[in-house]
């Protein structure tokens, strides 16, 4: 907090964005702990909590995508796909027997948000381009007040995995160390990166049972959304449930391949620490810090 004073100046708008805020509100309360500071430094009537939220489906099936690529919300992958076999179904019922809330339930969420910002100003907003009328990058440079908005365009960079490569490292995990998986990841994505690995599978995106789950949180948050500014059309979009003709499966074939996947040697750890610890000093050197 001292460094962001000291460097934001006499600017007008000090715009941080950080997704750790939302990730276990009720548990370690850093959001609060957050906004107590910035409102003692800055006055809460002057803080703005900004809460950039999607389309319930895309979200669910985005959160679980990442827990697989990496974990999400402090979930043990091996255990998980060890005991309890993997889907998207069991993972938020675990994560609902565990804290009591879907994280794709907005209201929830929010509600969670409120309790924790005090006096702050809670504001809501859609990052779908039909509700926004623009891009959200644009839309949130444009809230900070910054002039040159479309300079803040940028090429999405998330690792995007086809269904085949997911259920390739759910799979992995039952009989690999987490790690391993993890090192293994960037070449089962690029394996498993041909047109007939895209698709929808049932243990990634759930059956009917799933899709109504989500569903009944989607109409509770439509009675929250209509009371707050801006439109969610899109966020409130719901899919009819159609189970997909071709399901995408992982064939024996498909887990001896990621099983031979070669896994970094030591030389091929060592060397990026190498050329970073390098660059880090000739940086120094060159600059004189």
């Not at 040159?148 to 090429?155: F, G, S, T």
């Not at 090192?183 to 599978?201: C, K, M, T, V, W």
């Not at 966020?235 to 992982?250: C, D, H, M």
């Amino acid at each position: 907090m001292d460094d962001i004073q000291s460097e934001t100046g006499q600017a007008r708008t000090i715009f941080l964005s950080s997704e750790a805020g939302v990730g276990r509100l009720n548990e370690d309360g850093m959001l609060r702990r957050c906004t107590d500071e910035l409102s003692r430094r800055f006055g809460a009537e002057n803080i703005t909590v900004l809460v950039v939220i999607r389309k319930h489906f895309e979200f669910a099936h985005s959160v679980y995508a990442q827990f697989i690529r990496a974990g999400l919300y402090d979930a043990d992958r091996r255990r998980f796909f060890r005991r309890q076999g993997g889907t998207i179904a069991r993972y938020f019922r675990l994560l609902h027997a565990r804290d009591g809330t879907y994280s794709f339930s907005y209201r929830d969420t929010l509600a969670a948000v409120g309790d924790q910002i005090g006096e702050c100003r809670l504001k809501i907003v859609s990052m779908h381009r039909s509700d926004l009328g623009d891009d959200v990058v644009v839309h949130l440079a444009a809230e900070a007040g910054c002039l040159d908005a479309q300079d803040y365009l940028v090429r999405p960079r998330n690792a995007r995995f086809s269904a085949r490569a997911l259920l390739a490292m759910s799979d992995a995990y039952k009989r690999h160390p987490v790690g391993l998986v993890e090192e293994r990841g960037e070449r089962i994505a690029r394996y498993f990166d041909r047109p007939e690995d895209h698709g929808r599978s049932f243990d990634l995106h759930g059956g009917r049972n799933f899709h109504d789950i989500i569903r009944r949180c989607q109409q509770r948050d439509s009675d929250f959304l209509a009371a707050q500014p801006g439109c969610f059309d899109a966020v409130l979009a719901a899919p009819e449930y159609r189970p997909p003709e071709t399901q995408i499966t992982l064939s024996t074939e498909d887990r001896h391949i990621v099983d031979l996947l070669p896994k970094k040697s030591p030389v091929q750890r060592l060397v990026p620490s190498v050329l970073r610890n390098a660059a880090r000093e000739i940086r120094t050197r060159w600059t004189g810090g």
